[in-house]
């Protein structure tokens, strides 16, 4: 559901999509590097890494793609309509990069990430 929704709205998933908990994104299109994203995200309290595409330049520091792994979020028991809400804030994210709306993106997707963690906390997967 995530990498569809991240095609959906622009977003390129090497794979073309994916059946595992990983997914994969060039953010390069976006006129960003891995790391850039990688920030971005973090400021609305998501997690991700940067990481080599396919025929991506040596250096870490120049990387064009983004992982995002979703093993997090279904064992916090994220459902579908969660996992797209989360997607959706992502590429928010992306797209705003540097811009001048990654500020409005980062406020907006921070509160979407908050009531995400509030209705699916992680002691509920514990049955606490």
Sequence with gaps: AM???????????????TDTHMVLLDVSPHGIRGRDAEAA???ANIT???NPVPFDVARPADWSGLRLGVSAATTRGLDETAVVALANCIADLIIAGAGNGAKAATKSS??????????????QCWGN
């Design 3 to 17: 990498a569809r929704c991240l095609i959906d709205r622009g977003i390129k998933v090497i794979s073309g999509g």
């Design 110 to 123: 921070r509160r979407v990430v908050q009531k995400i963690c509030r209705d699916h906390p992680i002691a």
């Design 41 to 43: 995200l973090a400021g």
């Design 48 to 50: 991700s890494n940067p």
